[in-house]
T-cell receptor, first 115, second 110 residues
Framework: NAGVMQNPRHLVRRRGQEARLRCSPM?????VYWYRQLPEEGLKFMVY????????ESGMPKERFSAEFPKEGPSILRIQQVVRGDSAAYFC?????????????FGPGTRLLVL | SQQGEEDPQALSIQEGENATMNCSYK?????LQWYRQNSGRGLVHLIL?????REKHSGRLRVTLDTSKKSSSLLITASRAADTASYFC??????????FGTGTRLQVFP
């Protein structure tokens, strides 16, 4: 059973470009979470999704950021018009239904660098 | 901010010594978890302790939880160089999202 997969592992963008980060949850997991980690800090919750549904986006910036988890395919975190402050590691986690508060399995992360 | 805090921020010890890290949090919880993160890598789940538990062991790890003080500690006994990493506590805050602490950076010298 493959773990949570994220790609790309590293992404370099220039200011103003778009960044698309992908997350494939573990097999059988229908819940996906995105977290952001700034250098030398802990992870901060961004958004929680189920298939075709955003459950909690309280941690997501109101502008430029969006997330989706379609019926088919990976979850996508999209950052439009990136700025240098978006440089961070973005981690995705997945869980079985109803167990997110206990059992979240993390992917290896995507490290975004904005030049 | 709901984020918890950990102390110390950084800890350096020799192999064989014990390492103790503390975590404080702000909200009521159902459980508290500890994760390890090696430099530039993802998170590895270490141990989960429920709100009705006071102490839990897993190999060389010992976790305590004091819900009255909203605090937890992680003890790594007989540390090894391979234990060098950042350690984070995370609480569920009564919801499905995890709230992470600021982390303790542990350096174990051979």
């Amino acid at each position: 059973n493959a773990g949570v997969m994220q790609n790309p592992r590293h992404l370099v963008r220039r200011r103003g470009q778009e960044a698309r980060l992908r997350c494939s949850p573990m097999k059988g997991h229908s819940h996906v979470y995105w977290y952001r980690q700034l250098p030398e800090e802990g992870l901060k919750f961004m958004v929680y999704l189920q298939k075709e549904n955003i459950i909690d986006e309280s941690g997501m910036p109101k502008e430029r950021f969006s997330a989706e988890f379609p019926k088919e395919g990976p979850s996508i975190l999209r950052i439009q018009q990136v700025v240098r402050g978006d440089s961070a590691a973005y981690f995705c986690a997945s869980s079985p239904p109803g167990q997110g508060g206990e059992t979240q399995y993390f992917g290896p992360g995507t490290r975004l660098l904005v030049l | 901010s709901q984020q918890g805090e950990e102390d110390p921020q950084a800890l350096s010890i020799q192999e064989g010594e014990n390492a103790t890290m503390n975590c404080s949090y702000k909200t009521s919880i159902n459980n508290l978890q500890w994760y390890r993160q090696n430099s530039g890598r993802g998170l590895v789940h270490l141990i989960l302790i429920r709100s009705n538990e006071r102490e839990k062991h897993s190999g060389r790890l010992r976790v305590t939880l004091d819900t009255s003080k909203k605090s937890s500690s992680l003890l790594i006994t007989a540390s090894r160089a391979a234990d060098t990493a950042s350690y984070f506590c995370a609480t569920d805050g009564g919801t499905d999202k995890l709230i992470f602490g600021t982390g303790t950076r542990l350096q174990v010298f051979p």
